[in-house]
């Protein structure tokens, strides 16, 4: 790979956005594209090239993508692979099945494209505070390949092995995203009379705490419901992760029961803010009418 590769960005959504943008600041050469083109605009600020077609990317040397489910990444790699230019490598991070990102593993190799899987763990937040990380998984020259690039994203990238394994260690760590808030949101509301604001300052110093515990308290004391992750990409992945869990007979019953609760809340309407409304559904559950505690509290990533 030459010192500086072209880089192409497919996909500047909440993610993508920041991602891309984390690359353009650390000097790559970046040309964005995005369905809706105004998303992708102010990534100029940071010195990358805004393309008005996606078919303009197939010239650069390293092609990335983060848009949202797989007939989405299949679409648009299919636009991308109609042009005559090729990118040497692409590098897919949204979170996938194991089943799509193997097609797409097939259509690049049909091409001769180098491919690595790039899933990734932590929330636009998190990206800017520079704690995302990587899971990857292809040709291990591939992931070595990337890594400068990769490292100017995130400080940690994990390689797990050849071909899809990257996306089932991504849709494990999702699994567990929603049974972890699905728990937190039981236990911090509570009847007994414990502020929100105090239970969660113990809570998050305690064995317990994580740096998702953390950055999640803000939502969950003051009401703060602003979309990080939909409900519905949410759900995705429970049902990615359930889907996995029937094929290779595992029983996964804490999984199914917060799949559950995630359809009720989306049926109930509360699909237009942050997952961490199941916080919500909780206290309607126990009769209780939840208010903003209106308590400064740190989200440990700031
Ligand atoms: N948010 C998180 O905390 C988080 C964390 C880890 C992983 N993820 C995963 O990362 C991916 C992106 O999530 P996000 O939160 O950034 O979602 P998002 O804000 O909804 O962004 C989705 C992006 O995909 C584009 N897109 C969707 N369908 C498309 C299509 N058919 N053709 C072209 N572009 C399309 C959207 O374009 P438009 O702007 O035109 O709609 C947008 O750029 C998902 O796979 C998600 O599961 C999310």
């Known amino acids: 790979m030459s010192a500086r590769p072209s880089v192409g960005w497919i996909g500047t959504g909440r993610m993508g956005y920041e991602m891309a943008a984390r690359l353009a600041r650390g000097g790559a050469d970046v040309l964005a594209w995005n ?11 940071y010195g990358a090239t805004v393309a008005d077609r996606l078919s303009e990317l197939a010239g650069c040397d390293i092609v990335f993508c ?15 692979l ?5 990118p040497r490598m692409v590098i897919e991070c949204s979170s996938i099945s194991l089943e799509g990102s193997a097609e797409l593993r097939a259509m690049l190799a049909q091409r001769g494209i180098d491919y690595l899987a790039a899933p990734v763990s932590g929330n636009a937040k998190v990206i800017k505070a520079g704690k995302l990380s990587f ?5 291990r020259k591939s992931f ?11 400080p940690a990238a994990s390689y797990v092995g050849e071909g ?4 089932i260690v991504k849709i494990c760590h999702n699994v567990f995203l929603g049974v972890v808030i699905q728990s937190l949101a039981e236990i ?3 009847k007994a009379g414990v502020p929100r604001h105090a239970f969660l300052e113990f809570l998050n110093q305690s064995v317990m705490g994580s740096m998702f515990t953390r950055y999640k308290t803000p939502a969950f004391v003051n009401l703060d419901f602003k979309v990080t992750f939909t409900p519905e990409l949410l759900r995705k992945d429970m049902d990615l992760g359930l889907d996995a ?24 309407g509360m699909k237009e803010e942050d997952f961490a409304t199941l916080l919500v559904q909780q206290a309607q559950a126990s009769g209780i009418e939840l208010q903003p505690e209106n308590v400064e509290v740190k989200d440990g990533l700031s």
Do not use: Y
């Open 35 to 45: 369905r809706t083109r105004a998303k992708a605009e102010p990534l100029a600020q």
């Open 66 to 80: 983060m848009v949202a489910a797989w007939k989405d990444v299949k679409q648009v790699m299919g636009e991308l």
């Open 82 to 86: 109609a042009e005559k230019s090729r």
């Open 135 to 139: 899971v990857c998984s292809g040709p």
């Open 144 to 154: 070595n390949e990337a890594l400068p690039l990769l490292n100017m994203i995130a």
């Open 164 to 167: 899809e394994l990257a996306r």
């Open 188 to 190: 911090t509301v509570q």
């Open 245 to 268: 869990g029937r094929r290779l007979e595992v029983p996964m019953p804490l999984a199914s029961a917060t799949r559950d609760l995630i359809q009720s809340m989306i049926g109930r």
